[in-house]
């Protein structure tokens, strides 16, 4: 399926999560040129939730920016190991470099804008197992 097809299918379509941990993900952009880039509005209902885990990403840096429109009622805490920026409502992370996780959503549905981009190389300081 070529890149065009692949987002053609999923544009503005409810998928599943790659955790398959019942949170959505809906895809509003992307752009594999120069910086490539994705725009995701995510989803947790009650009962998701996103174990600990890495995005390792090969040969590049993975950023990530979150930004919390709506707080599930209870439950939903963001965690990460490491973040660049961490208010209530945005967060600014490394996706390859920190582990991250959110908590099970106890009650309530948690909306999240999620932009994220990549950069060639890899940081010198890292070191990877």
């Given at each position: 399926?070529?890149?065009?097809?692949?987002?053609?299918?999923?544009?503005?379509?409810?998928?599943?999560?790659?955790?398959?941990?019942?949170?959505?993900?809906?895809?509003?952009?992307?752009?594999?040129?120069?910086?490539?880039?994705?725009?995701?509005?995510?989803?947790?209902?009650?009962?998701?939730?996103?174990?600990?885990?890495?995005?390792?990403?090969?040969?590049?840096?993975?950023?990530?920016?979150?930004?919390?429109?709506?707080?599930?009622?209870?439950?939903?805490?963001?965690?990460?190991?490491?973040?660049?920026?961490?208010?209530?409502?945005?967060?600014?992370?490394?996706?390859?470099?920190?582990?991250?996780?959110?908590?099970r959503i106890e009650a309530g549905t948690r909306y999240v804008l999620s932009i994220g981009w990549v950069r060639p190389g890899i940081d010198r300081h890292e070191t990877h197992a």
């Open positions: 399926m070529s890149a065009a097809r692949g987002y053609a299918s999923n544009w503005l379509r409810w998928r599943s999560g790659r955790q398959a941990t019942g949170y959505e993900k809906l895809l509003l952009a992307i752009n594999p040129f120069v910086v490539p880039f994705d725009v995701y509005l995510l989803r947790y209902k009650t009962g998701s939730e996103i174990p600990p885990h890495t995005d390792p990403v090969d040969g590049r840096r993975h950023y990530r920016l979150n930004v919390v429109l709506r707080h599930a009622n209870k439950g939903g805490r963001f965690q990460c190991s490491k973040t660049i920026y961490n208010g209530s409502r945005v967060k600014l992370f490394r996706p390859d470099a920190a582990e991250h996780s959110v908590s």
